[in-house]
């Protein structure tokens, strides 16, 4: 038996932090938006002896450091049996380090899989505690859609909408750690908020004006200044019409744009200044 998957990438509409709890994480409110780029994962049974393997032929650990290890893993202490000999496959479209949840998705979409190919031993409840206990964003990833996370993003609420956006993301390829991103974060004197009320009521009235001006991510004041690419981006986004923003801590930037023809310029336009870019749409 082999399943395949797309694990989508996300990206985030609105992203409010709040300060460090004791625990070591952010409170956080953000609408999390599921997008048709993503990785391709594949599970299939493996020769006996090997338990748990993950391969990938570029852009992510193999093995142990990988987040698909991490979450078989989880998966079988919850079911109270031994791992079962499985190999994970993975072709990386999502980049790394980019505030995109690539690790994340790819771990939801491991946890989803394994319950298939066990013959579904587990309910969607267990699902979610084996997700959150394996990362903050891979909750919303075994959910997908779009979805209101809140704590450090273990309580996932869907948000009820038809809209359907125009999406471009664009990656200039520095990489960007997401602990040294709280770090940045937590130094600014002045922390932006937002609620994401507004934006929640344009995206239940379908109304793509009103959400373009209610995008906002706590995290540009501290990421923007150091990231030449990212500005670079959002200059170029801004340019041929889109209403852009940061996805989670970045450098990932992501635009919604008001026609196909402006966004096929600016992919045109960010492919001369060396972006990689991504056309796609969100998933409800």
Known sequence: MKISSNACAKINLSLDVGDRRPDGFHDLVSVMMSVTL?????????????????KCAEGAPEGRENLVFKAAEAFFRACGEKPRDVVF?????????????????????????????????????????????????????????????EGRGEIVTPVRTDVSLRLLIANGGEPVSTAAAYRALDALADRPHRPPDALIAALGRGDTDALRGELFNSFEDAILPRHASARRAKEIMAEYGAASLLSGSGPSVFGVFPDDASRLAARAALARDGFRTFICENVL
């Not at 993503?38 to 993950?54: E, F, H, N, Q």
């Not at 998705?105 to 190919?117: G, R, V």
């Open 89 to 149: 496959t993975l072709e990386k479209r999502i980049p790394t380090a980019a505030g995109l949840a690539g690790g994340s998705s790819d771990a939801a979409a491991a946890i989803s899989m394994l319950n298939e190919f066990c013959g579904y031993p587990l309910t969607d409840e267990a699902l979610f505690e084996i997700a959150a206990g394996v990362g903050s964003d891979v909750p919303f990833c075994l959910r997908g859609g779009v979805c209101l996370c």
């Open 38 to 54: 993503g990785d391709l994962l594949t599970l299939s049974p493996a020769d006996p002896g090997d338990r748990i393997a993950v």
